[in-house]
């Protein structure tokens, strides 16, 4: 079928199939977003005489009636039609005539449809933020409420040293605002204006590109129009290292959960809806939930590789390839989103055994409390660590269980006072209020 970019080739139906793909599929997550980036070019246009007043406040109706039935779930593109930009241009102008055609002076699908990544990225990473705070804040809570039941830490799958609840949850919620660094960094790169670009080259039209990147709510413009260009798979590539950072922190916790949640451990126990039983075996409660956010997490952990891999090879411009990106890239966000909630759920409902150390068989976790007790009594620590070394092995040992650690971090002095803090400093830097009140003045 033709359309508004056709000129006197046609396409076979093969050739169109192939070349289109899933770009009408992968275009409906940009939808709202297509018609928030045309909100501003137009009113942009305005100002530089490229539309009347008059034209321009039609079309704004326009938009807007279409974003608010994108909202509402009545959009499509329809067969035939390659992409979400030529849909909406070709509404406005079956609905308003030639000035439908007019919104696209000054701008490229280039530029369009990376302002629709933009856009659609700073929303996702809030979703993302969210989320991760979320689970950040029922680790802190678990970590506060158990702070005081000791278990066995491990190196090398061997029993090592007493740790705790406290700060096995409180490990997880520190990791998760490393995390959220690099989202925030991420963000930075993402909230930066490419609209004015065009095809990667500029417009001899006298673009306000300040504008339009003050009306999206954008903290800056990419500047230079090539650089704009380059930053199509970069940008996403970027992201997904935010997201595969905070999918690695949950594949470890989930991890963790299912070994300590078995039998051989019993030192948590997940929640019964969160697990499934077996088809012959009746005793059985698998932890699938955990299982699968933990393939989930650990397939979101290659998307940084898989971007890498489409992108890394081309030189500066435009090339068809960066269309693959959005296929492995769009839907990765609700897979992390979803594997959120989850965690955060397991973790709430979790309950943990407040007994484990009454077993025999880590009486050897307190050897290092024993060996520095008898430093600090002045025998030297290469003599007290033989000492109570050879009293293991003569099965002279008896630990003492009551343990005061009191530096910060520790189990006596968890610090989770000071990592609300720093995850609480690190939200603030997103500002993302600036981006929410750009777009409610944009679209109403």
């Not at 490419?194 to 001899?204: I, K, M, Q, T």
């Not at 393939?295 to 081309?314: D, H, R, S, W, Y």
């Not at 269309?323 to 959120?340: S, V, Y």
């Amino acid at each position: 079928m033709d359309n508004i970019w056709t000129k006197s080739v046609h396409m076979t139906d093969e050739i169109e199939k192939f070349t289109i793909g899933r770009d009408r599929e992968m275009d409906m997550y940009l939808a709202k977003y297509d018609v928030m980036g045309s909100m501003a070019h137009i009113t942009m246009l305005q100002t530089i005489d490229l539309l009347t007043d008059d034209e321009l406040q039609v079309l704004l109706k326009e938009l807007k009636a279409i974003y608010k039935d994108i909202e509402a779930g009545k959009f499509e593109i329809e067969e035939g039609v390659e992409d979400v930009h030529s849909q909406v241009e070709l509404m406005l102008t079956r609905r308003l005539g030639d000035i439908g055609k007019k919104i696209h002076s000054g701008r490229s699908r280039n530029d369009q449809v990376l302002v629709d990544l933009k856009l659609f990225i700073r929303d996702q990473l809030r979703d993302i933020a969210s989320l991760t705070k979320g689970l950040f804040d029922e680790l802190i809570a678990q970590s506060n409420r158990y702070k005081d039941v000791l278990m066995p830490g491990y190196t090398h799958l061997q029993v090592a040293m007493p740790s705790s609840f406290g700060l096995w949850f409180g490990a997880y919620a520190e990791s998760l605002v490393d995390d959220m660094q690099y989202l925030l960094a991420a963000w930075k790169i993402t909230n930066r204006n490419p609209l004015g670009s065009a095809a990667g080259y500029g417009s001899s039209f006298p673009l306000n590109r300040q504008l339009t990147t003050d009306l999206l709510g954008f903290d800056s413009m990419d500047y230079n129009v090539v650089y704009a260009q380059m930053g199509r798979g970069k940008t996403e590539r970027n992201v997904a290292f935010s997201m595969a950072s905070i999918a690695g922190t949950i594949a470890k916790l989930a991890f963790d959960a299912c070994m300590f949640n078995s039998q051989n451990f019993g030192f948590v126990k997940l929640p019964d809806d969160c697990t499934t039983g077996s088809s012959i075996m009746p005793h059985k409660k698998n932890p699938d939930v955990f299982e699968l956010t933990r393939a989930k997490c650990n397939k979101l952990q290659a998307l940084p590789q898989t971007i890498t891999l489409i992108m890394n090879n081309l030189p500066c411009g435009y090339f068809r390839d960066l269309q693959i990106i959005k296929e492995a890239f769009l839907p990765a966000f609700q897979e992390l989103k979803d594997c959120l909630v989850m965690t955060a759920y397991i973790i709430n409902k979790m309950k943990v055994n407040e007994h484990i150390l009454d077993n025999p068989i880590y009486d050897p976790i307190f050897s290092v409390e024993e060996v520095n007790r008898l430093a600090r009594e002045g025998i030297p620590f290469r003599d007290a660590y033989k000492k109570v070394g050879l009293d293991i092995e003569a099965g002279n040992f008896t630990p003492d269980k009551n343990i005061h650690h009191t530096h910060e971090g520790s189990a006596g002095n968890l610090c989770n006072d000071k990592i609300q803090k720093l995850m609480d400093s690190v939200l603030d830097e997103f500002k993302f209020d600036k981006m929410d009140q750009a777009i409610t003045n944009l679209v109403g």
